[in-house]
């Protein structure tokens, strides 16, 4: 069964300290994987999709990176509006053509001023 | 433009009402999507509209009933709901070849059943 586990819960920073965001995936056949950001209330926000062990993208203070097992999101120098829920999702090649995605609970960080 | 737009924004409604929640997307994409999310949850995958024809069902239950008029718009039909199915509904889009699987958000609707 494909599943998808994001580590911490729950992660508290304050502004300016680096950290780094789980996401521990099995999948049979990884066709993408996927990084959203979450405010309360709204829709999740495309941030990256990675499809490939190796592969990085960055997106200002955001560095995604991927392995066959799992995949982090490095937060550098975090700010207060870097605060939301993170979410991570796997696309399955027997998915068919369609996007549909299997998310993980989430990251839910805080950023102190 | 990476835009999918929803409405309404909430909404609340009687166990014996009848009320639709729509979805538009002007970006080309021909494969469109229904999740809902509960509070402190992950969305869940309830439709898959693929070229505006149901390809995924996740076994949702028949008072919920979507409807993809033409590629840009879809609907979800809402039909003697339950309190439980009070959450965030969330409709996405994507291009729907399969070398370019990214998905893009609307805002949501908040569903109250009360």
């Known amino acids: 069964e494909d599943q998808v586990t994001q580590s911490p819960e729950a992660l508290r920073l304050q502004e300016g300290e680096s950290s780094s965001l789980n996401c521990s995936y099995t999948v049979s056949g990884l066709r993408g994987l996927f990084w959203y950001r979450q405010d309360p209330g709204k829709g999740p926000e495309f941030l990256f999709t990675l499809y490939s062990a190796g592969e990085e993208k960055e997106k200002e203070r955001l560095k995604a990176t991927l392995t066959k097992k799992e995949s982090f999101l490095h937060i550098t120098a975090p700010k207060p509006e870097d605060s939301a829920t993170y979410l991570c999702?796997?696309?399955?090649?027997?998915?068919?053509?369609?996007?549909?995605?299997?998310f993980g609970k989430g990251t839910k960080l805080s950023v102190k001023p | 433009d990476t835009e999918v737009t929803q409405t309404p924004k909430h909404l609340v409604m009687g166990m014996t009402n009848k009320k639709s929640l729509k979805c538009e997307q002007h970006?080309?994409?021909?494969?469109m999507y229904w999740y809902k999310q509960k509070a402190k949850k992950p969305p869940e995958l309830m439709f898959v509209y693929s070229y505006e024809k149901l390809s995924i069902n996740e076994s949702v239950p028949s008072r919920f009933s979507p409807e993809c008029p033409n590629s840009s718009l879809l609907n979800l039909h809402l039909h003697a709901l339950q309190p439980e199915d009070s959450a965030l509904y969330l409709c996405?889009?994507?291009?729907?070849?399969?070398?370019?699987?990214?998905?893009?958000f609307g805002q949501g609707t908040r569903l109250t059943v009360v």
């Open positions: 996405a889009s994507s291009s729907g070849h399969p070398q370019d699987t990214e998905a893009f």
């Open positions: 970006m080309g994409h021909r494969a």
């Open positions: 999702a796997v696309q399955s090649n027997y998915g068919g053509s369609q996007g549909n995605l299997i």
